[in-house]
């Protein structure tokens, strides 16, 4: 049986935990891949923990992004069906601008 997702996440992200090693240059700018992990039992009430994904390479080394910050799921009926066991992954490509810390 597939799960709903919701239709929308609200969270936040602490800027000085990037790994700003895993930033890359893209076509329009600069980018972070990040991953939201369901956390159930949060004991924040959180739904969700945004972490900075990383290569692949790295988490077979037993390596972990670093958590950014947390989020809320919305609107969990009206979202589309989830495709991997209830678990939603995302990226996000942040604007930067010349006035963040690194």
């Known amino acids: 049986m597939e799960n709903s997702i ?3 996440l609200t969270g936040s ?3 000085s935990m990037i790994d700003k090693s895993q930033i890359v240059q893209g076509k ?4 972070i891949n990040i991953r939201a992990v369901n956390t159930p039992e949060s004991e924040f009430g959180q739904d969700y923990m945004i972490v900075q994904d990383i290569p692949k390479e790295l988490r077979e080394q037993g390596l972990k992004g670093p958590i950014l910050g ?3 799921a ?3 009926n009206e979202g589309k069906k989830a495709q991997k066991g209830g678990q939603v992954e995302a990226t996000v490509h942040p604007r930067v601008s010349d006035d963040l810390p690194f």
């Open 6 to 8: 919701p239709k929308a």
């Open 28 to 31: 329009k700018g600069l980018y």
């Open 13 to 15: 992200i602490n800027l």
């Open 74 to 76: 919305f609107d969990i």
């Open 70 to 72: 947390n989020a809320n």
